[in-house]
Nanobody
Framework: QEQLVESGGGLVQAGDSLRLSCAAS????????MGWFRQAPGKEREFVAG??????YYADSVKGRFTISRDNAKNTVYLQMNSLRPEDTAVYYC?????????????????WGQGTQVTVSS
């Protein structure tokens, strides 16, 4: 059973940066397709970014501001978030999947972390 643990969230001001980390417990991490999703209060969970092998994918709302990367030697995926906006406020979750398909489709992910809160003040 894979376990994912997110960290790096916090309270920042608009324009600041944060880097989220998601550490996996299994050494098969390199086989996973990894994604970051977020859920704001009263809203549905939404796709933020994904990485499949060396290919990266982003939601339009974060393109150019966020960067997803992975370090397979550390079993960790990162989300570098720059130029943060109040509308980026949400709980951020990382997910892992082993099957190909729609990287932005949360229901196709097998494993999820517990989430980390990101709050951006104006």
């Amino acid at each position: 059973q894979e376990q994912l643990v997110e960290s790096g969230g916090g309270l920042v001001q608009a324009g600041d940066s944060l880097r989220l980390s998601c550490a996996a417990s299994e050494h098969t991490f390199s086989n996973y397709i990894m994604g970051w999703f977020r859920q704001a209060p009263g809203k549905e969970r939404e796709f933020v970014a994904g990485i499949r092998w060396s290919n990266t994918y982003y939601a339009d709302s974060v393109k150019g501001r966020f960067t997803i990367s992975r370090d397979n030697a550390k079993n960790t995926v990162y989300l570098q978030m720059n130029s943060l906006r109040p509308e980026d406020t949400a709980v951020y979750y990382c997910g892992a999947r082993t099957i190909s398909g729609g990287i932005a489709i949360g229901s196709e992910y097998t494993y999820w972390g517990q989430g980390t809160q990101v709050t951006v003040s104006s």
